[in-house]
């Protein structure tokens, strides 16, 4: 079974497949983790012209994609028969898929962006480019492999290097070690967006926690406000109440 880096680019947020690529993984022994000589990038027409915002993340513009299948002829090529697909917020690329017809039920999906915010959360960003430079030892390589960012092959490569750092540092050894990590991972610790950005769980008072889970449409993080509030609520059975 194939362990795949992936990655898509959209003609808007949420939008159509307009490019797709993969990179195959796989650990040659419990201490190496490299890349295989196999991987894949293809282009797609969209169903409406692309966004002017999306446009200017990636840089493909609609006259590059006059001679492309329409997106819903997307699927990863059958040479793979995936098993992990691994991506930096990777459920976005995932329901680009589903949008495109592909069934991915059968698929455990490994999220790197969940990783590194478990794993560094106290980093001021967590986006692709400024982990790529956090766990760089040559910023000035990075940077030089960072210039053609945002196209999906790029992004798969960048995504690469990201992982090999993280299964270094946290010494994973083979792709269910590092899938179980991701799910553990999805269930947040601290906040990373709005008012109580760089917040720990732990940190807020349940006035806070209450007003995120009513606003938060984040499944894994209503659960992780959720048992914060059940642990702050638990009452050891065996200690004796307080009465005088």
């Not at 993969?22 to 991987?39: C, H, K, L, N």
């Not at 992990?84 to 690329?93: F, P, R, S, T, V």
């Not at 039920?105 to 982990?131: M, V």
């Amino acid at each position: 079974m194939t362990a795949l880096i992936f990655d898509t680019e959209t003609h808007k947020l949420h939008g159509d497949i307009i490019e797709a690529a993969g990179v195959e993984v796989y650990f040659y022994s419990p201490a190496e983790f490299i890349p295989t000589q196999r991987e894949f990038s293809k282009r797609y027409k969209p169903s409406e012209p692309i966004s002017l915002g999306a446009m200017a993340v990636h840089h493909i513009v609609d006259e590059d994609l006059i001679k492309c299948p329409p997106f819903t002829k997307f699927k990863i090529p059958d040479e793979y028969n995936v098993e992990y697909l691994i991506g930096h917020n990777i459920d976005y690329d995932i329901a680009a898929m589903n949008r495109a017809g592909i069934d991915t039920s059968g698929i455990k999906a490994i999220c790197t962006l969940a990783i590194a915010r478990y794993i560094w959360p106290k980093l001021e960003a967590h986006n692709l480019s400024a982990l790529a430079y956090h766990v760089s030892s040559n910023r000035k390589a990075t940077r030089r492999g960072l210039r053609t960012a945002h196209s999906a092959l790029s992004d798969c490569m960048t995504t690469y290097s990201l992982l090999n750092a993280i299964i270094r540092h946290q010494g994973i050894r083979s792709m269910e070690e590092l899938y179980e990590l991701s799910e553990r991972a999805r269930y947040p610790t601290h906040i990373f967006y709005g008012k109580y950005k760089g917040w720990a769980i732990k940190d807020l008072d349940d006035t806070d926690i209450h007003w995120l889970m009513r606003r938060t449409e984040d499944e894994y993080l209503k659960r992780s406000l959720e048992d914060e509030l059940l642990s702050r609520s638990t009452i050891d059975e065996q200690e004796e109440l307080p009465f005088i």
